[in-house]
């Protein structure tokens, strides 16, 4: 018995030790290996016997490790630096004075799904005034690099490049300062942190430079400010003249993504410069994980970029219908979700039944003919457990050859799997959706004859193929449809509110065009980006937030140039409350992966609308300050201000900050649901917001009215008429919201709207509760 317990006993030990050596070994592992932290410093705390910041920032970073560089020293958006380190000497760094904060680097991703669609080029820009200050704009695009050889970036007629101008065009493989002109006014390339954390680049892949070799940086600068070019499509889709938003505009090229991402050293060292370099506008079709905005470099280098004036406006993310899908919520951000175009690439699949299906293409190569094919469901053509998809490799030769195949949409690419049908040998393929994606249609240049379905006639194919012992099916091509109705819808792919990160703040802020989208191309790829596509294109159509962001910041351009005195938040505010929701007939916008009317979480304000917002009659400003009270209302400590701040901010002792007198254009009011178990019906509450409206017509007297969709709220604002008698005069009205309690995750929508019989100032108002 006893020597029993005490074998027991040894082994037990040996068992522990054993585990325990594992543990060590394993945790001293992760130790050692070495991530990127962005260390932000106190630059205010640096002692005297530095003669310059950079030197405090070496001496930090030698402090922990001597055997560390200094990836970047930052300047502009934030003080502080980057460096590779082991856990151990980002938490040792972490305590030293003269830190804020050590945080790991985020890997972000472009916000793009590479679908084929079309831009519908934008009539009303005409009016507005071809201005020598729309030309002194600049638009900065932090992305893929640039293609500087296409028209788009043709600068004729362009004066000299404005004096205000302090950027670079950089020179690296297949780059060099000639590629820059009077359009394309700079070019930059950020890899250090990239390469510290991937590896070097591989220039057989890749260029060390500006030089775009993917297509999605070319795309979103000439979406932004691309110049007019006559006659341009995709293989002859969705002809016309291509421009950007602000084809008058600058464009100045940030490259910060690589074949392996986007790490966050990189896209803060190129806020920095281009900050330092004199950008206006900020484009960042880019995201990744949310977190607190002090955690969060995109929003800290967005902070630094708004306090210099610049316009910052970031895709909304690519993660919907799903809600809470997010990215890139900090208020001082125009977040932008992605809508469709009136215009459609339309194709035909006609089966053997007699049956017909629309759906959409953008192929462009030999037609099928007119005779019925065999027609094959791939899940029947594969040994794979999701043969379905049609993955590389997947699909047995002898069942696909010569046969139209059908391939589930979902985890590769939408044309790799015709080119996987193509390797099989198959004719052509009917890409169909299943019930992630529902009726959205997506099109694509496919390397084979093909085109994508929605979830209905998907279902209805397959159930003929199975009902069938003999299927057979051709597909036709229909070119470029416009006037399709309705339309914009919101894309299933554009993220949804509610905000993650601040409830209390709506977000999205607005819609913009974002499906099949005409643009820009480089000539590096085909435009279904895959390596055996040799086809060359000057002009790509692809969708996603990615491509409606560069919307809204050329539409942001060109107010700046129709308006240089007006600050970022007043160029939010007009685009914002002169969005439209609804059609012409009177209907909400619809949603497509619902089919039923979208609400304020999937389109924000609204639709923009660039005439409008050329004249709002009225805009809820914000300064620095107001952003600041913000932070102080989440009751943000003065060491995590002084992130953004880069200077002691105290928030007022006494002072009483609420995220309801934070002046944005619209409105979130998150509720809690009553606890009470007395039957519910629990006594109505009352919340109160206040804003402040900015006269940027002629005088006038507004008039409020709102409008809910329920009974449940009951919504009176105080006073009822604002009279506006002089420019830039400033009124304050309070909204308060009497409200019942409802049962957890209901949402109720209303608006709010000023109007003097000319303007219309409109807030979206959503009430949630949790
Ligand atoms: C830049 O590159 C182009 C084309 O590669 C070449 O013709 C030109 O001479 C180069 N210019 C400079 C300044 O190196
Ligand atoms: C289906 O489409 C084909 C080819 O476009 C056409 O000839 C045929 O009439 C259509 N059939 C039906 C039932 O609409
Ligand atoms: C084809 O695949 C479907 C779905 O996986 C399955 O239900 C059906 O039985 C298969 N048919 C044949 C003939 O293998
Ligand atoms: C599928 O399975 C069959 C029979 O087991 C085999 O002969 C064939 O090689 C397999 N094909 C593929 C593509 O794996
Ligand atoms: C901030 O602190 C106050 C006082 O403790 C509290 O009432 C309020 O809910 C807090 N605000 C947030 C956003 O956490």
Known sequence: MKSLSLRLLLILTLL???????????????????????????????????????????SSLKSVSDSTNMLYGYNDVIHGYS??????????????????????????????????????LDKSEALFPDSSAASDVIVGVLDTGVWPEIKSFDDAGFGPVPSSWKGECEEGKNFNSSNCNRK?????????????????????????????????????????????????????YAPGMARGMAPHARVAAYKVCWVG???????????????????????????????????????????????????????????????????????????VGAGTLDRDFPAYVSLGSGKNFSGVSLYSGKPLSDTLLPLVYAANASNSSIGNLCMGGSLIPGKVAGKIVVCDRGLNARVEKGEVVKRAGGAGMILTNTDTYGEELVADAHLIPALAVGQTAGDAIKKYILSDSNPTATIAFGGTQVGVQPSPVVAAFSSRGPNPITMDILKPDLLAPGVNIL????????PTGLQEDTRRVSFNIISGTSMSCPHV????????GAHPDWSPAAIKSALMTTAYNSYKNGKTIQDVATGQPSTPFD???????????????????????????????????????????????????GKKYSLRDFNYP??????????????????????????????????????????????AVKITVEPESLTFTEPNEKKTYTVAFTVSSMPSGTNIFARLEWSDGKHIVGSPIAFSWT
């Open 519 to 526: 643009a820009g191309w480089t000539n590096a790829v085909g």
């Open 16 to 58: 522990v030790t054993l585990t325990y050596h594992v543990y060590v070994v394993a945790e001293m592992k992760t130790h050692q290996e070495k991530k990127t932290y962005i260390v932000h410093m106190d630059k205010s705390t640096m002692p005297m016997s530095f003669s310059n910041h950079f030197q405090w920032y070496d």
């Open 603 to 653: 389109y924000g304000a609204g639709h923009v609308n660039p005439v409008s917002a050329l004249d709002p009659g009225l805009v809820y400003d914000a300064t620095i300050d107001d952003y600041l009270a913000f932070l102080c209302a989440l009751n943000y400590t003065s060491n995590r201000i002084k992130t953004f701040t880069k200077q002691d901010y105290t928030c007022e002792v």
């Open 666 to 711: 619209s409105f979130a009011v998150p509720l809690q649901t009553a606890s009470g178990q007395g039957g519910g019906s629990s006594a109505a509450t009352v919340v109160k917001y206040t804003r402040t409206l900015t006269n940027v017509g002629t005088p006038a007297t507004y008039k409020v009215s709102v409008s809910s969709e329920t009974q």
């Open 553 to 560: 910041s050329g539409l942001g351009a060109l107010l700046m």
């Open 184 to 236: 394309l006014i700079g070019a930059r390339f950020f890899s250090k942190g990239y390469e510290a954390a991937f590896g070097p680049i591989d220039e057989k892949m890749e260029s060390k430079s500006p030089r775009d070799d993917d297509g999605h940086g070319t795309h979103t600068s000439t979406t932004a400010a691309g110049s007019a070019v006559a006659g341009a499509s995709l293989f002859g």
């Open 83 to 120: 460096a590779r380190l082991t856990v151990e000497e980002a938490k040792s760094l972490e305590g030293q004075p003269g830190v804020l904060s050590v945080l790991e680097e985020v890997k972000y991703k472009l916000h793009t799904t590479r679908t084929p669609l079309f831009l519908g």
């Open 261 to 335: 991402g986007c790490y966050g050293s990189d896209i803060v060292a190129a806020m920095d410069k281009a900050v330092q370099d004199g950008i206006n506008v900020l484009s960042l079709s880019i995201g990744g994980s949310v977190s607190d905005y002090d955690r969060d470099n995109i929003a800290i280098g967005t902070f630094g970029a708004m306090s210099k004036g610049i316009l910052v406006s970031c895709s909304a993310g690519n993660g919907g219908p799903g809600s809470m899908s997010l990215s890139n919520v900090a208020p001082w951000i125009t977040t």
